[in-house]
């Protein structure tokens, strides 16, 4: 997911209440919330960003490791204020315990909602390199910056009003957002199994179905599959139901150049790493590898490498 959302699925917990186990508890939260992403500076490698992306920093050692180190930096922060005497005095009491078990639970949350969408996340590594994909909420999830940053918004109002429901907002947003997940996870469910029964009546056996949201319309899904030689497509819509294309294009993955390209090339090993769903295709005398998912104008770009 964004960092916006990560930050304010942090910022609902706080206001649900959690904050008040200590002092610095909100910061605390929406930080460690989005601190797995310090993997995003690896992006200045470029394609080769793809394998290194939501991997160790994503993983069970870092669940641990991220939070303490956080909580350290967030006790220390108090004290050095408190020694310069600059620390708010309407601050409550910092308690490292608390302070570190709010540091895991934003922490933790953030694998939980990267999962979500068709990227992927290796949420196993370095013991795995496995990839793990939800498929059920598009990357950047208008409703859910809707609903949270409301949440968010009315419960601050109520708290610096002074209001004993202050928490309920909050509280009541988070309820929303686990039916909404729920939601889009059963209808990733639904959409795959309808399309493999599809393809399984249509003598197509043995494939991989994706059903992966589009922008805003999470009642639609995208629908991409492939066996070991070609692959397709097709839509469903909540209101209309399921329709497959008929097309079906070859997947040229048995090219031998992309295997020698793999061995020689950094880049190109790095896509084939994290492509979940690769092809080759020709465009304008250029060979490149894309991946389904991704292969839309929007995304193709940063998603393909070229091959000799």
């Known amino acids: 997911m964004d960092n916006l959302t990560h930050s304010l699925v942090g910022a609902v917990l706080g206001q649900a209440g959690l904050k008040r186990l200590s002092g610095l508890g909100l910061p605390t939260l929406i930080i460690a919330a989005n601190i797995p992403d310090i993997d995003a500076g690896c992006t200045v ?18 669940m641990l490791v991220l939070p303490i180190l956080l909580t350290c930096a967030m006790v220390a922060w108090d004290r050095w204020q408190a020694k310069r005497g600059t620390r708010p005095v309407d601050r409550s009491e910092v308690k490292p315990l608390a302070l570190f078990l709010l540091a895991l639970i934003g922490t933790l949350s953030h694998p939980a909602f990267d999962w979500l969408n068709n990227y992927g996340i290796r949420l196993l590594e370095p013991f795995s390199h496995q ?33 004993p429901s202050w928490r309920r907002p909050a509280r009541a947003a988070i ?97 084939l790493f994290w492509s979940r769903m690769p092809f080759l295709v020709k465009e304008d005398g250029v060979w490149r590898i894309s991946d389904q998912r991704f292969d839309n104008p929007v995304t193709r770009d940063r998603f393909t490498v070229e091959i000799d």
């Open 131 to 163: 990839w793990f994909y939800g498929d059920s909420i598009f990357i950047i999830d208008l409703w859910m910056w809707i609903g949270l940053g409301a949440a968010v918004w009315l419960s601050r109002k109520r708290e610096k009003a002074k209001q």
């Open 175 to 271: 309820a929303a957002v686990a039916v909404y997940l729920a939601f889009n996870i059963g209808l990733t469910w639904q959409v795959e199994s309808k399309a493999s029964k599809e393809l399984a009546d249509a003598g197509m056996t043995n494939t991989l179905v994706v059903a992966s949201p589009p922008p805003v319309m999470f009642w639609k899904r995208d629908v991409f599959w492939r066996d070991a030689q070609v692959m397709g497509g097709g839509h469903y819509d909540l209101f209309s139901g399921l329709t497959m294309d008929p097309k079906r294009t070859k997947l040229g993955m048995d090219d031998p150049r992309i295997a020698k390209a793999a061995a020689e090339r950094a880049d190109v090993a790095a896509f």
């Open 45 to 62: 490698y470029g394609i080769e960003s793809l394998a290194m992306r939501r991997g160790l920093t994503h993983g069970p050692i870092a």
